[in-house]
């Protein structure tokens, strides 16, 4: 069983120190990616997704750091390593993309010179692409324009020598990934890939991330707050609430047998066609300032179900069956609940 | 478009350039209530021989016809006689323009990769000792009055250490090709002229660099603040990049757009505007020059430095331009 798993966070605490105080943005994260799947990672804006996924690459930047924790990647713990062995990884063993392909790649260099660059790095240790042999860029080109032909490129012979603001948000989300994955790294993280893209091309680039996975077989972890997403390409989901995992299961128990309150309230907001409702139902309150959590469990200020104890102890992510934590003091009782209900249902 | 149509169209548009700037300065010069022939002649000279000087420079002439004796010499090459000098106005330009053109070379040169670095590490070292340290000297040199500092300098390093002279231009070299001492002394070989020119140019280049190496500090280190929080600076560095190489490749081609714009506005400020390290360093430029032209009412020597600069400024602003599409693949020169 472990050495199907690709990377291990255990007790992440990622803080930020600002002025106002210290932001607890991923506060005691823990959960596991397996190789070859992809792992979704949901939640609310401002709940701790990107700030874990930057932590896992080492790029928190200043006032951000990483209290504790350990990210174990294919067995080695990533914080322990020097800054120049983690630029290994980075790109190489672990490769991310943003959420904003418009910005996300630099306005004054080609798609062709930016993908080449991460090539000529990893392969040969060439940083300064300019320094490059001709006959090793034109090699690696090919190699480029390949990688473009698989995210599905429109025309990708034009496209290698396009700039950035030559191409619409979706092709250059496509000359991103194929950056990201010429290396051919173990793990993608795509943070929130689709969002700033048209429906259309959304459902394009998910495929383009399925096929990936198929052709190279990588990991991705897929960072997004919609679950439609996630019941698309997910194969195992944890959901993140105010800088905690309250929820990791794989994708189908998550959708049918949701246990904690706030997975079960973001499942009943998903409007759904065949049962028009008068009013859609939301989460009632709003994301904790993560300064000031809440004590104990800090969802309870919104949980219809809270008692003290939920006050005053943290609950820990426990295992209530094979595969499916849940970080709630009453995870068993809404399960045993849930299980008769589904009886019930069946009979 | 083809660059060099680029370049032929901004230069044709030197022309309404010219006419718009010898309009304003004659006009100036025509209402400032002074007598241009009484100057010229002297306070005692006899009346008559003001007249003949009246007559001689159409100075009583509308002032429509003396401005087209005027704009007519200055597109055939001549600019007009500078009184000051008792000699050609063009030959005067000829001459101090190239002290003037040498040392502002050499200020920017110091100006813009020191201001650059300066601003480089600034900004990557944001809020840490290297920062301050950086802010306060560029705070010090937008501050900081440019005879002062000129005045310091020559007490400091002339005056009590005797390492570098303070006044002029140092030896003519052997041959003239350029005007330019210090490349001059190198084409023809003269090394006692080179050493002498390199030791008298230090001082007024340092002196001359300080504001606007303080400027581009400035504009470097907030221009890469901002450069520096964009996604792709963080995508440079989840492909596994070097720091030196986000920052130098990655952010500081994108953060030098404003660099550029002040550099060639300063650059073009410093070549007709260098009046005070020149007076004090007894450099003869363009900057010395005016002031004398002023200071005698010598309107031919004024009007032909204020359309030089003129000129200087479009040519100054047609090179960032260039410049800019060079450094930006989504600027297009000409549209």
């Given at each position: 069983m472990d050495d199907e798993i690709l990377l291990k966070v255990e007790d992440l605490h990622t803080y930020f120190y600002t002025y106002e105080g210290v932001v607890k943005a991923v506060d005691g994260v823990s959960f596991f990616v397996k190789k070859g799947e992809i792992f979704g990672l949901v939640g609310e804006t401002g709940c701790g997704k990107s700030v874990t996924a930057l932590s896992i690459i080492g790029l928190i930047d200043d006032p951000g750091k990483i209290v504790s924790g350990k990210i174990i990647f294919q067995g080695k713990n990533l914080r322990e390593l020097?800054?120049?062995e983690m630029r290994k990884i980075r790109g190489k063993g672990i490769s991310m993309i943003f959420q904003e392909p418009m910005t996300a790649l630099n306005p004054v260099y080609t798609i062709?010179?930016?993908?080449?660059?991460?090539i000529l790095l990893h392969k040969y240790g060439i940083e300064n692409i300019k320094k490059a042999p001709k006959e090793l860029k034109n090699k690696e080109r090919k190699r480029v324009i390949e990688m473009l032909r698989l995210v599905r490129m429109p025309d990708p012979e034009r496209a290698i020598d396009s700039y950035p603001h030559e191409l619409s948000g979706g092709m250059r989300q496509r000359a991103m990934i194929a950056m990201m994955l010429a290396t051919e790294p173990s793990l993608l993280i795509a943070d929130e890939p689709t969002t700033a893209l048209d429906v259309t091309v959304q459902a394009q680039i998910l495929n383009i991330l399925l096929d990936m996975r198929d052709k190279l077989g990588i990991s991705i972890i897929l960072i997004t707050h919609d679950l439609s997403v996630v019941a698309d390409v997910c194969d195992r989901v944890a959901v993140m609430y105010a800088g905690n995992i309250v929820e990791m299961a794989d994708v189908y128990t998550i959708f049918k047998h949701p246990v904690h309150p706030y997975t079960r309230g973001l499942m009943q907001a998903i409007p759904s066609i065949a049962e028009k409702k008068e009013e859609l139902k939301y989460i009632k309150g709003s994301v904790p300032n993560l300064i000031y959590p809440p004590s104990g469990c800090r969802f309870h200020p919104r949980c219809e179900y809270a008692q003290d104890i939920c006050k005053k102890e943290r609950p820990k992510l426990v295992e209530i069956e094979p595969g499916h934590y849940v970080a709630c003091h009453f995870a068993k009782e809404f399960f045993e609940k849930e299980k008769r209900a589904e009886g019930e249902s069946n009979e | 478009?083809?660059?060099?149509?680029?370049?032929?169209?901004?230069?044709?548009?030197?022309?309404?350039?010219?006419i718009g700037v010898t309009l304003i300065t004659f006009t100036i010069s025509f209402v400032i209530p002074a007598d241009p022939a009484r100057a010229w002649?002297?306070?005692?000279?006899?009346p008559s021989t003001v007249e003949k000087i009246r007559e001689e420079y159409h100075l009583n002439d509308p002032v429509y016809v003396q401005y087209y004796y005027y704009i007519t010499g200055?597109?055939?090459?001549?600019?007009g006689y500078s009184h000051s000098e008792k000699r050609p106005v063009a030959q005067c330009l000829a001459d101090y323009f190239p002290a003037t053109f040498e040392l502002t070379l050499w200020a920017m040169g110091i100006a813009i990769p020191t201001g650059i670095y300066l601003g480089v590490v600034s900004a990557v070292k944001r809020n840490k000792i290297p920062d301050h340290l950086s802010r306060i000297f560029a705070l010090s040199g937008v501050s900081m009055p440019i005879f002062w500092l000129g005045l310091l300098l020559i007490l400091l390093f002339y005056t009590y250490l005797g390492w570098f002279p303070a006044s002029g231009r140092g030896i003519a070299p052997a041959h003239t090709y350029t005007g330019l001492y210090i490349l001059d002394s190198i084409l023809s070989l003269d090394w006692h002229a080179f050493v002498d020119d390199l030791w008298h140019i230090i001082l007024p280049s340092i002196t001359l660099s300080y504001a606007t190496l303080a400027v581009i500090t400035r504009m470097t280190r907030s221009s890469m603040l901002e450069v520096l929080r964009l996604d792709y600076i963080k995508t440079a560095k989840a492909k596994g990049l070097s720091d030196k190489v986000v920052i130098y490749r990655h952010a500081l081609r994108n953060a030098l757009i404003p660099t550029l714009t002040v550099s060639g506005l300063a650059f073009a400020g410093l070549l007709g505007g260098a009046v005070l390290t020149e007076t004090i360093f007894a450099w003869p430029g363009m900057g010395r020059y005016a002031y004398q032209a002023i200071s005698t009412l010598d309107y031919p020597a004024i009007m032909g430095v204020t359309l030089l600069?003129?000129?200087i400024f479009v040519i100054a602003n047609l090179i960032v331009d260039i410049m800019y599409a060079y450094l930006d693949p989504r600027i297009k020169l000409g549209e």
């Open positions: 020097p800054e120049e062709g010179d930016q993908i080449l660059e991460i | 478009m083809k660059l060099w149509q680029y370049i032929a169209r901004r230069l044709l548009l030197l022309l309404p350039v010219i002649a002297g306070q005692k000279a006899p200055v597109f055939t090459g001549n600019w600069m003129a000129i």
